[in-house]
């Protein structure tokens, strides 16, 4: 990575900060457990007009990475390193016995490498956010003590959208949010995580623009993560949409994306999850209540485009946009998990009789406050497409993250770049665009530069059109397969008996990307997996 020279605070800030727009704005938008099928630029049906024009104007990245779940992207993203080093190297609520205490595995963002934020901070930069954390609980890991001048922060991984800020753990029944490193004890009646999310950094943008400093602010949206919720004059946006259910949607996603060329011609899509049953098959009150859920979602994330477009037309307004590089990615792939069912068996049948009687998820009562439920993996598997599984496992479901960047010098008018990219790839680009030399560092990984991943005793890695998987569970041994993602970015083809000369090479690489980044499997098991 570039090393940046601290500016004094009282220094004068030098010419290259910004003031004669070489050096630009820089607004990074990440959405919470976003499929990598949903938007319009990327094959769905949903409304995003705004993502989609964005899209369009610069350039999509169909083959970029992230972690398996939240805070370990957030880790890289915040840090440029694999986030077994930065302190994520398994998610703090899952760490395993063997794990605890060890460098990497400390719960929390840790000081191996200078956050994002004060990288730029330090070079001349205001630095914002508004959205999720999860990087650690605790203030001496908040946001403030990251290099943020200011913030409005949900810290934890997930809480109500709304007012009431309730929370998912009967020991801690309301989430810990911060203002500008102080925690917040209530919140406006009117509020809503997206909108005021975003009213926060357009206060904050419009505050501090008067001394010609360019801005890097993080928008850290906390949709369409659970629970689904949505304000009541969003929440029957989408009645009767998909009442046709979730196998034909699947099929219409997957004949966009060809005819869009996020995906080539001849690509299958995984086949249904073995967990998910026919959509016919289904009763009609179980397809009430399963398309109403899709409903919810799709309102979500329409809603989402529709505050990132306010925050838009507000850089637009002031003139500032076109010197603001505009980033967009997801966190992760779609949350297939039941909210009811994680809480019993995650936190006991004490916990699952807490939030029976917390929450009402009665269907007249979904997407309002005071409900919390989640889609499942019946709509996860369509914005998945064409991958299989889902969040928090290393298949491509998992993994692969929409991506795309709009701005100055970025042009390219919407092409779809085939690239292999991972989040810490975007990291270095976003530092060397700061310090003024362009996006030259997403050209992509050739096949000396490997991407290795590891998440809940899973193992990957891609080498070019290589991929080595292992998705252990609790009743098979540990095997790796072998897949072509090339021709078979779904995973259906397990070559690896053909190959064993290619798996004992990628193996090798394996080791090595685990032996630099110090990583530790853990003993046992220690999450349930949406696959099984």
Not at 234 to 249: E, F, K
Not at 257 to 280: E, F, Y
Request: charged share 20%; with cysteine; proline share 6%.
């Amino acid at each position: 990575m570039l090393g940046l020279a601290p500016v004094d605070g009282d220094a004068e800030v030098p010419e290259a900060a910004g003031v004669q727009g070489d050096r630009p704005n820089i607004l990074l938008i990440v959405a919470d457990d976003l499929g990598y099928s949903d938007l319009g630029a990327w094959g769905g049906e949903i409304n995003t007009p705004v993502l989609d024009k964005l899209a369009n104007e610069g350039v999509r990245y169909s083959n970029f990475h992230v972690a398996a779940t939240c805070s370990p992207t957030r880790a890289m993203l915040m840090t440029g390193i694999d986030h077994h080093r930065a302190g994520l190297g398994n998610m703090a609520v899952w760490m395993a016995p063997n794990q605890k205490g060890k460098p990497g595995y400390e719960g929390h963002l840790n000081n191996v490498a200078p956050a994002l934020p004060e990288r730029l901070q330090a070079s001349g930069y205001h630095t914002y956010m508004a959205g999720k954390w999860h990087l650690g609980h605790e203030p001496g890991h908040w946001p403030a003590a990251h290099g943020f001048d200011r913030d409005l922060s949900l810290i934890g991984g997930a809480g109500s959208h709304f007012s009431d800020m309730s929370n998912l753990v009967p020991q801690r029944p309301k989430v810990t949010m911060t203002r500008n490193g102080e925690r917040v004890k209530t919140l406006p009646e009117d509020y809503f995580s997206s909108k005021n999310f975003t009213d926060f950094l357009i206060n904050e943008i419009e505050m501090g623009k008067t001394d010609g400093r360019p801005f890097f602010a993080y928008l850290s949206l906390q949709v369409p993560h659970v629970p689904l919720q949505l304000p009541d004059d969003w929440i029957d946006r989408y009645a009767g949409r998909y009442s046709d259910g979730y196998d034909q949607l699947r099929s219409q996603r997957l004949a966009r994306q060809k005819a869009i060329g996020i995906v080539a011609d001849d690509v299958s899509a995984a086949p249904r999850n073995a967990m998910v049953p026919v959509w016919d098959s289904l009763t009609p009150d179980e397809r009430r209540h399963s398309a109403r859920k899709m409903e919810i979602y799709a309102g979500i994330v329409e809603n989402m485009d529709y505050h990132i477009g306010r925050m838009l037309d507000y850089l637009r307004q002031t003139g500032a946009l076109e010197n603001t590089l505009v980033i967009f990615m997801s966190d992760n792939g779609a949350a297939a998990e039941d909210t009811a069912k994680f809480v019993g068996d995650v936190l006991g049948p004490d916990a699952r009789v807490w939030f029976d009687n917390t929450f009402d998820n009665h269907y007249e009562n979904y997407g309002r406050q005071g409900s919390w439920i989640g889609y499942g993996p019946a709509w996860a598997q369509v914005s998945s497409v064409p991958f299989r599984l889902f969040k928090a496992t290393l298949a491509e479901g998992g993994v692969r993250s929409p991506l795309f960047i709009s701005g100055p010098g970025v042009g390219r008018d919407g092409q779809i770049d085939t690239a292999l990219l991972h989040v810490t790839d975007l990291v270095q680009a976003i530092i060397e665009t700061a310090h003024g030399q362009g996006l030259a560092a997403l050209q992509g990984r050739g096949e000396a530069q490997a991407l290795g991943m590891e998440l809940f005793g899973q193992r990957a890695l891609i080498s070019g059109q290589w991929k080595l998987l292992d998705l252990p569970d609790n009743n098979k041994k540990r095997k790796w397969s072998l897949y072509d993602l090339a021709a078979d970015p779904a995973e259906q083809h397990d070559l690896a008996a053909d190959r064993q000369s290619l798996v004992r090479q990628l193996q090798e690489q394996w080791e090595q990307y685990s032996s630099e980044n110090k990583v530790i499997l853990p003993a046992g098991r220690t999450q349930p997996r949406p696959y099984e």
